[in-house]
């Protein structure tokens, strides 16, 4: 499989792994802001990013994706830091390569919804052409494998995207996800089964839908999306227990506070990694092939993603073997106080 290109891998039958996710772990690491989601530490920590493209791909990644996302000119224009646009968009495409190519993964590009797409508004959606077109372009230059375009809203923006690798990514392919709100369509109305055969039909090579969502409640909507399209379909959601009344990570209560748990207490609303797993197979029994994790994602859940589509990656190497624990594992290589005393001082069940 090294060496060959997104669409080779998918035509040969084989999955792609994609670990996303690098804004929400950066900002709790402590190197980027909440709010903004600006990826700043392209710049202030370049070693760090390249560290998590490394350690993504040693969880199974076979996708290592520019930290580009929330990059782009809107962005920095809110946080008065527009010169920085072009410096950091070449800088974290220049990390994502090296480590593509150190690693014999693939190497893609990324933008992303703009916040300042309005249907009809032809000022605005003019702004938003630029801000595609010159990511893209400086995408292209670094020479990505494909580039993905993802958590757009309305499917007018996405078609927007979409055109934009078309017209300016040299043919490169074209990954192209929705985000799936609180209801079962875009915000401009279209169902998201549609919504994606109508960008498959406009030349997307995979379509799909990431973030928003957690396991619980994206599911669903990738049957729909399953029976409506021909060709690959991508899965990527975030990693918090989202449910039927709280369909969205933006929706989620914490239980203690009664508040809302977005941004700031998301982590008490975590997925298990016995969750993850179920997601992954549900995933791999419905037939999708470019399936990984977003905010919220970390390299222990993209392992279990891989090694649910049969993968053995290298940090497969110290996936858990409780056979091997003094309390917990095989009685006959551990002593009657080990196993038994421990048990009863912990609380725990044999």
């Given at each position: 499989m090294p060496g060959q290109g997104l669409l080779q891998r998918l035509q040969n039958g084989s999955n792609v792994m994609v670990a996303e996710g690098y804004l929400f772990e950066f900002e709790r690491r402590g190197y980027l802001k909440a709010g903004a989601?600006?990826?700043?530490?392209?710049?202030?920590?370049?070693?760090?990013?390249?560290?998590?493209?490394?350690?993504?791909?040693?969880?199974?990644?076979?996708?290592?994706?520019?930290?580009?996302?929330?990059?782009?000119?809107?962005?920095?224009?809110?946080?008065?830091?527009?010169d920085l646009l072009e410096v950091m968009n070449r800088k974290a495409l220049a990390l994502a390569r090296d480590v593509a190519w150190a690693t014999g993964t693939l190497f893609a590009g990324n933008i992303c919804n703009t916040t300042i797409y309005r249907q009809g508004e032809e000022e605005s959606n003019k702004k938003v052409a630029a801000i595609f077109k010159e990511q893209v372009e400086w995408a292209t230059e670094a020479g990505v494998d494909f580039i993905v375009g993802e958590t757009f809203g309305e499917l007018g923006e996405a078609m927007m995207a979409l055109e934009a690798i078309k017209m300016y990514g040299n043919g490169v392919p074209a990954v192209i996800t929705l985000v799936p709100a609180g209801r079962g369509a875009t915000y401009d109305g279209v169902p998201f089964g549609q919504a994606c055969r109508k960008l498959e039909e406009a030349g997307a090579a995979v379509v799909g839908l990431n973030c928003g969502r957690g396991p619980g409640t994206i599911v669903p909507l990738m049957k729909e999306i399953r029976q409506a399209c021909h060709g690959p379909i991508a899965c990527l959601p975030v990693t918090y227990r989202t449910t039927e009344s709280h369909p969205t990570m933006q929706s989620l209560i914490d239980p203690i506070t009664g508040e809302r748990s977005f941004p700031y207490d998301l982590p008490g609303q975590t997925c298990s990694r016995t969750e993850i797993e179920k997601f992954s197979t549900a995933c791999r029994e419905l037939g999708v092939t470019y399936v990984g994790l977003c905010c919220g994602n970390c390299s222990h859940y993209m392992r279990i993603v891989a090694e649910i589509f049969g993968r053995n990656p290298e940090a497969s190497k110290f996936s858990p073997d409780m056979s091997q624990h003094y309390m917990f594992g095989d009685k006959k290589k551990f002593s009657d106080y080990t196993t038994k005393g421990m048990v009863e001082y912990t609380g725990a069940e044999t």
């Open positions: 989601f600006v990826p700043e530490v392209v710049i202030d920590h370049p070693e760090l990013v390249t560290q998590l493209h490394e350690e993504f791909v040693h969880a199974g990644s076979d996708v290592v994706l520019a930290f580009t996302y929330y990059g782009h000119r809107e962005k920095l224009r809110v946080i008065g830091k527009e």
